[in-house]
């Protein structure tokens, strides 16, 4: 996926400059100048990152600190770069910083790995966004300052061919509309990506659905008082219903490699796909002319929508173990400098997120709506973020029971209870 990312912002150059995530006033660089107490000594950081980005994060921090040596190592994202970093714990050469991440994050929590950041001066330069998606238990342990945004991917071409005006407002309304989407001479309604627990249209559903209801609904089954059973279910049993039983989204096109679904809706086949940012190099490849926007996904009653995606990225972390914990808050610091954010975005194409920084994203036709109704007010979900143990079992009982109930296979509610099996085996 990053790798995809890396290209996005040469997709984007028409964006208008305005916010996304905080105020107008775009925080002013630093001068470069280090002042009378500059950290200086070592530094020593794991990251998935290039060489590029992380080149240019500590290009700009050695202007601030010449005095700090700072050795980077990579691994890849993202089985590879767990590996690694648990070997460097077992031998005692613990990073300064590191990704903290869905794979890791519960792990580090409850074997107290890493430094609470809570009170720092640097959470203060978080916007609402982010610190919103990466509190846990009423803390924050990393730091982000930016992240992806996705939802519906809708040919809006086809959509007024179609009949349609506004955005739908409830669900059935997005049901409708795709119905009749798949009404038009040789075009495809819509495709899920069934396969990608990040984006499949359960994922935003289920959000929508509970979390302004039960935003605290991870506390609640982890407590005993209710189960994810009792959450996704209703989830499993409105996308059969709605999606699978009335033919919109079949067994024929979730055997689809994901690359021709997003080639085929570049090329006016299909009229919505669930997507994200980094699906805008390819379409933009196949088909620069493409009028598309992102939509969010509405819950029943229209009382609330959400997009896919988050503001989590680089998501960075100091290890207690570290044995240079000031220099590493000053690196975090130095990351929401404008020289940092405007390099994230022209180099990796996380779209910032942080106060007072002008994102050349916003204002952009296609994300526009995206940012403002999901990437700003933190109304964004991915449920691998939230659960707080066996994260990989769960990500892959999320899209198999997913698959099964498209195929018959399995009901909602043996969907919906493999989650508890795991959770509490």
């Known amino acids: 996926m990053m790798k995809k990312i890396v290209s996005l912002i040469l997709t984007l150059t028409m964006a208008v400059c305005l916010a996304s995530c905080g105020s107008s006033n775009a925080p002013e660089g630093n001068s470069g100048q280090p002042s009378s107490d500059s950290p200086s000594g070592e530094l020593s950081i794991l990251t998935w990152y290039s060489?590029?980005?992380?080149?240019?994060?500590?290009?700009?921090?050695?202007e601030l600190y010449p005095d700090v040596n700072v050795e980077y190592q990579y691994a890849q994202a993202v089985a590879p770069y767990m590996e690694k970093l648990q070997g460097l714990i077992m031998s005692n050469e613990v990073p300064d910083i590191v990704l903290m991440v869905a794979e890791n994050r519960y792990d580090f929590l409850e074997n107290d790995y890493v430094l609470d950041l809570t009170n720092e001066d640097v959470v203060g330069k978080m916007s609402e966004s982010a610190k919103k998606q990466i509190t846990f238990d009423g803390k924050i342990y990393a730091v982000t300052t930016g992240g992806s945004v996705g939802g519906l991917l809708v040919n809006m071409d086809l959509w007024e061919q179609a009949g349609l005006q506004e955005d739908p407002a409830t669900w059935d309304e997005l049901v409708e509309a795709m119905k009749k989407l798949g009404q038009l001479d040789g075009v495809t309604g819509f495709i899920d990506n069934t396969a990608d627990a990040a984006i499949s249209i359960a994922t935003p559903l289920y959000a929508a659905t509970w979390l302004n209801k039960e935003p605290d609904y991870e506390n609640q089954v982890e407590a005993g008082e209710k189960t994810y059973a009792d959450y996704w279910e209703p989830i499993f049993a409105t996308?059969?219903?709605?999606?699978?039983?009335?033919?919109?989204?079949?067994?024929?096109?979730?055997?689809?490699?994901?690359?021709?679904?997003?080639?085929?809706?570049?090329?006016?086949?299909?009229?919505?796909?669930?997507?994200?940012?980094?699906?805008?190099?390819?379409?933009?490849?196949?088909?620069?002319?493409?009028?598309?926007?992102v939509m969010g996904i509405p819950n029943e009653d229209g009382s609330s929508k959400y997009y896919c995606g988050d503001c989590l990225e680089p998501s960075m972390c100091v290890m207690k173990e570290g044995k240079n914990q000031e220099n590493a808050l000053a690196f975090l610091e130095s990351l929401f400098d404008e020289e940092s954010l405007t390099a994230q975005e022209e180099i990796n194409g996380m779209i910032a997120c942080v106060e007072g920084f002008e994102t050349s994203y916003t204002g952009n036709e296609i994300f526009g709506e995206a940012l403002v109704e999901g990437m700003e007010p933190g109304n964004q979900f991915m449920p691998q973020s939230y659960w707080k143990k066996s994260v990989d079992e769960m990500v892959a009982a999320y899209t198999q029971n997913n698959q099964a109930l498209l195929l018959g296979e399995k009901t909602p509610q043996e969907c919906a209870e493999a989650f508890d099996k795991i959770y509490n085996s």
Not at 244 to 266: C, K, Q
């Open 239 to 293: 996308l059969k219903t709605d999606l699978y039983d009335t033919g919109i989204m079949t067994a024929e096109n979730m055997g689809i490699p994901w690359d021709t679904v997003v080639n085929n809706f570049a090329l006016g086949k299909v009229g919505m796909i669930m997507g994200a940012s980094w699906n805008v190099p390819d379409i933009q490849a196949i088909n620069p002319d493409l009028n598309y926007k």
């Open 51 to 62: 060489d590029e980005m992380m080149e240019a994060w500590i290009d700009h921090y050695n």
